[in-house]
Each structure stands twice: as C-alpha cells, then as structure tokens.
C-alpha cells in the first residue's frame, strides 16, 4: 500500500469543496449542541498537540495543498465522559473529554489525532461518501448528525438502521479495514515526526486491549469503532521496534516531564468539566486534601500537580471556593521553561475567583494587552470585565477578532464589553458577529438588522464608519441566507 494519493480528479473521490460544505452544515449542529464545549484552556492544549501533526503531514507530503486550504482543521471538544474521537467529513474533528481524561501522556493523545487526522488527509472519508453514491451529500450529512445525537441516547439503534453503510451506530464513519491500518500506518509516520514519543501508539493500544478485555465498550466507543485485531496490534508492535524508541536523552527527558506536568493537569481538567456528578467531583476534592507532603520524585510530584489541579477545580464546580483556593495555592510554584503549565496554574487562580463571583486580585495590575495566547486572552478579559475596565477588554479583543473572525466565544465577550461602554450598537453587531463564527446566519441576520434600526432610530448611536460596516456585513449574511435557502429546496 503506497503513500501515494489518487489525483483530484479520481471520481472516487467527492471533491474537496463539496466534502468542506458537509462538513460545515454538520458543525453548524454541533455548535448549537450544549454538549459542545468551547473551553479555551483546553482548546490551547489540544491545538499544543494539533498544530505540531499538522505541519509533520504537511512536511512528509501527507497532506494536500488543496486540502490544507479548503478544510476547516478544526477541533470540538465534546462534553462526554466515555473516551472517543472520531474525524468529520470537511477537517473537522471530535474529541471527547473522556479521552483526555483518560490518557496518561500527551503522546497518547497524539496517537489518537494523528490516526483522526491521517483518515482526513488520506480521504477516507470522500471515499466512504462516495460508495454511499446513490445518496445525496446533504442526506449523509442528515444520517450523521442523526447517529451522532442518537449515539447519546439509549436508543441508539434508530440510528443505525437510518444510517446505513456509511455510518455506524456509535455515529461515526465506518471506515474499512484497510483504511483503518492506513490510518494507523500514516498516523504513526505524523506522530514522529512531530517529534511525539511513538510508545503513545502502544500505550493507546494497550488501553484500548484491556478495556475490551473488561468488556468496557460503554465507555469506549473509540474501540467499538476502531476494533483492535491481531494485525493492527503485530504492526504497531514491527513498527515501533524499527523506530527503536531510543532512551530520551536527559534534555528530552526534561522536556517530556514538562510536557507531562501539564498533561496531567489539563487531564484533570477534562474530568472535572465532563460533569461527571457531585460523588465524583468530591471524590477528586477528597484525594486532593488527603495528600499530604510534597512528593520527591519527578513522576510523583507530576501525579500531585494533576490531583491539585482537579480537586481545586472541582472543589470550585461544588462551591467551595475556600477549599479550591487553598488547594490552588498548594500547587507547586512553576518557575523556567513551564511556560504554558505555570499558565494554566495562574489562569486557574482567576477562574476560581470568577466562579466566586469575585474580581479577581491580579485583575488591579493585568495587562491585557501582554496576553498571547487564547486562553489568556479570554481568561484575562472575563477577568478585566468583571472589574469594569471595558475599555481595555474592547481594545484588546478588538484586535484579536480581526486576526480570528471565526472566534464566536471572543465575539460574545466582546458584545458584553461593549455593552458596558453603552456603546449599543456595537454590542449588537459583535453580537451577530458571534452567530455568524457558529454559523447560524438567520440569527446573525436578525441582529443586524435590529443593529440598523437602532442606528435609524436614534441617529449619533453609531458613526458612519460602524453604519458602513453593519450595512455591508447585513447584505453578506443575508445572501448567505438565501443561499442556504435555495439549497435546502434543492435538496429537498
Ligand atoms: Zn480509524
């Protein structure tokens, strides 16, 4: 099985702009589920994992041009407790919370992307739509949106027989088995070269054995559809063994305890926002407050982080805020090279004290205008905002809007820092803004429109520049309407 890929204008293949359209049809859905969960402490750490694959695909000639830039490459977070991912027609993907509360490294985590990814990159699933070709795009689009809400109720074999071929009961793509060793092929290629520790795939592998052994399928809907068979295991294995899994350098070693230490907090993290019911969130509270000395080895103090950092979070979702601070400051002071897990230390203190109800202390001196990455950007400006400083919070998500248009959640912040500056106009159109990142035009449309009267109404409320821009944004949205107007008829 070669590497190589089909030309674009292999009619096996659904081309790449009609498998974006499905897709974008299919997360307008998710967007709108409350079981999507935009969580931007996450959504960093993911991407700290993703964008690496990404450029490890493109860099060994997996991923097309055309593909790199048409699909969306974009990242759900699912609020599920059981451990699964699964790839969307279009670069678009799912990822449980279960799974990164269930991984112990983010290697494994890696492996499991980097499989997602390379079924994307290999057209897997244009392949599998067009096999369905007697059915219209936008009616698979329909089948897996189905599976996907069937597969969270009870009654999950409705969807299986509306679903057909294509889709399998747990809502995902049924992909062949050669697809699946493929993916597994390619996947491990990525992963390394991204400079992932390999082991992850055997690791994952591994998980995913035991679990079949306890017969746990409920909480691994991942092996349901990736059944594990002897040959994908022997390859793994032949595969690892030439890769010779050398022993880390000591730098290396350095780098991967770092990597851990914040893989094992932000695995707590997924636990805990996976709602996974007041005796589990004390449960973690309990293991957090029963520790007792610092630990002395590397691999124990990583553990001790991952407790804290769940039992001050859960502790924060059971109200007891004077318990989440006080297990907050007994996290380890992180000083060089843990960047991004001192952050999400620091950014934890603020969602405590914002959970409270209370301004954050640090909110006094932050500099909003310092803040580079999402996480902080968003976390330091719900921060700015609850201490009025508006302003501020504007100006800065101002700028990052214009560099992420797509960003509904920064959109949504900023119609309320807007808002605070009684500057309404603005708060509407930000507002509208934010339907239009989740794709829901007619709701966008509704806003400007109101955004217009307003302007009309009470002259001097918006000037001409503002007045230009809503004008203009409210013709696109509404082509944008009728368009997917006419295509329903079409489709209908
Ligand atoms: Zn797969």
């Keep these: 099985m070669s590497g190589a890929l089909p030309s674009m204008g292999d009619s ?44 490890a695909a493109r860099a060994r000639g997996e991923l097309q041009d055309e593909l790199d830039e048409r699909f969306a490459w974009a990242l759900f977070l699912i609020r599920d407790r059981s451990i699964n991912a699964f790839a969307l027609p279009g670069g678009y993907l799912g990822v449980h919370l279960g799974l990164i509360g269930a991984v112990n490294t983010p290697d494994e985590l890696a492996a499991v992307l980097a499989h997602e990814l390379s079924h994307v990159t290999q057209r897997h699933i244009s ?53 699946e060793r493929e993916a ?3 996947g491990f290629g990525v992963m390394q070269g991204a400079g992932f ?11 995913l054995q035991q679990a ?55 695995a707590a993290r997924a636990r805990v926002l996976a709602v996974p019911g007041v005796d589990a969130l004390r449960a973690m509270l309990a293991e957090a407050q029963r520790r007792t000395d610092p630990p002395a080895t590397a691999a124990a103090r990583i553990r ?15 109200r007891d805020f004077a318990g989440a601070r006080s297990l907050w400051r007994q996290l380890p002071p992180l000083t060089e090279g843990v960047v991004r897990a001192r952050q999400a230390v620091e950014l934890l203190g603020i969602e405590i004290d914002l959970l409270a109800g209370v301004v954050p202390p640090s909110a006094a001196t932050a500099d909003l205008a310092q803040a580079t990455t999402r996480a902080e950007v968003l976390t330091v400006s719900r921060s700015l905002t609850a201490a009025r400083r508006g302003r501020e919070v504007s100006d800065r998500l101002q700028t990052w809007v214009t560099a992420h248009p797509g960003d509904a959640m920064a959109w949504q912040m900023l119609a309320v820092a807007y808002g605070q ?67 329903d008829k079409v489709n209908r």
């Design 12 to 55: 096996s293949e659904l081309p790449a702009a009609a498998e974006r359209r499905m897709g974008d049809r299919i997360a307008a859905s998710i967007y709108r589920d409350p079981d999507y969960v935009d969580d931007p402490v996450l959504g960093d750490y993911l991407q700290s994992i993703w964008q690496p694959l990404m450029k």
């Design 127 to 179: 392949r599998l739509m067009t096999q369905q070709n007697r059915q219209a795009p936008w009616m698979i689009a329909a089948m897996i949106l189905g599976a996907l809400a069937a597969s969270k109720s009870p009654d999950a074999a409705t969807a299986a027989i509306v679903g057909g071929q294509a889709v399998a009961a747990q809502g995902q793509l049924n992909f062949s088995r050669d697809m």
């Design 184 to 186: 597994d092929r390619i």
């Design 197 to 207: 520790d390999s082991r992850g795939v055997a690791e994952m592998f591994e998980k």
């Design 212 to 266: 079949s052994r306890l017969n746990d399928n409920g909480a691994f809907p991942y092996l349901r559809s990736h059944p594990l068979n002897t040959q994908r295991i022997a390859e793994a294995q032949s595969r690892l063994q030439l890769a010779a899994a050398a022993t880390p350098s000591p730098e290396g070693r350095a780098d991967a305890d770092r990597a851990q230490l914040l893989h094992a907090m932000m």
């Design 304 to 318: 001790d982080a991952g407790v804290l950092y769940g039992g001050a979070l859960a502790a924060a979702q059971l």
């Design 421 to 487: 500056q009684n500057q309404t106009v603005r708060a509407i159109r930000a507002d509208a803004e934010s339907r239009v990142a989740q794709r829901d035009y007619p709701a966008a449309l509704d806003r400007f429109k109101a955004a217009q009267a307003m302007m009309r109404s009470q002259p001097g409320s918006a000037d001409h520049v503002e007045g230009s821009i809503i004008d203009t944004r409210a013709r696109q949205v509404e082509s944008l309407v009728k368009a997917q107007a006419l295509e």
